[in-house]
């Protein structure tokens, strides 16, 4: 039976949170109805040189192929997705809680040139739930979506704007924008949820306000290496 769907799960030190998305997505738990059969579906997890054991994570669980890579998530993502059989490509990330039906919605999908998105739900304060509304209704207007919105592609029309940048930062604004030169996204309202441990730990507010400022950095041409560097190592942490 021909693979439908390739789910890629770029994966670096987040063993607790991978096992969780595993076991929701290979197992009944978590899935509205019947299981979508397992012959639909393949999961490969990218593991970009974790330090806990993400990687025995992945293979304990059962996961269809577990591949190496520089950390970056644009390398991961991109090496994810070469390997990938599937009609369809779904990015996940490792702390991603996808509503029950999200799977099935994907794999029922007509076989035809698209590309789209999930909703991304934030839980926990109410500031969390208007931002999550907030980046949902921006990328309905602007077709720009982020990887925290499960971001999925028919594998030729993601081969036809030349794959995932290997970048390390703002691989999935690059990506969603050369999509959307193409044709519009589809906007699915189902959720995927992510862990608002970055907002909590930096704040609300601060987290917005750096966002926006390294995508308009990244928009005037600044070099994605450098504002990783920026981004997943601080000064205050220096």
């Known amino acids: 039976m021909q693979c439908r769907l390739s ?3 770029p994966v670096r030190n987040d063993a607790a949170a991978l096992e969780a998305l595993l076991a929701q997505l290979l ?13 639909l579906f393949e999961i490969i997890v990218v593991d970009g040189a974790s330090a806990d054991d993400s990687r025995e994570v992945a293979v304990r669980a059962g996961v269809d192929l577990v591949l190496s890579s520089p950390p ?19 990015f996940l990330h490792a702390d991603s809680h996808p509503e029950p039906h999200c799977l099935a919605l994907l794999l029922a999908l ?3 040139p698209l590309w789209g998105r999930f909703a991304i739900g934030l839980v926990g304060t109410p500031a969390l739930r208007v931002v999550g509304a907030c980046m949902n209704a921006r990328s309905w207007l602007t077709g720009i979506a982020t990887g925290d919105q499960g971001l999925f592609v028919q594998r ?7 794959g995932v940048p290997p970048q390390s930062l703002m691989e999935d604004i690059e990506l969603s924008a050369r999509l959307a030169g193409r044709q519009r996204p589809i906007c699915l309202r189902a959720r995927v ?3 608002p441990r970055r907002w909590l730990r930096r704040g609300v507010a601060r987290t917005i306000l750096s966002m926006w400022w390294f995508r308009l950095r990244y928009w005037f041409g600044a070099d994605p290496e450098q504002l990783a ?3 997943y190592e601080p000064k205050s942490s220096r």
């Open 156 to 162: 030729d029309v993601l081969r036809a704007v030349g």
């Open 193 to 195: 949820h992510t862990s």
């Open 27 to 39: 197992t009944r738990h978590g899935v509205a109805g019947p299981a979508p059969c397992r012959d």
């Open 72 to 90: 970056g998530r644009g390398r991961q993502l991109a090496l994810g997705s070469a390997h990938a059989r599937g009609d369809l490509i779904w």
């Open 110 to 112: 007509p076989a035809a």
């Open 229 to 231: 560097r920026e981004y």
């Open 7 to 9: 789910i890629v799960i």
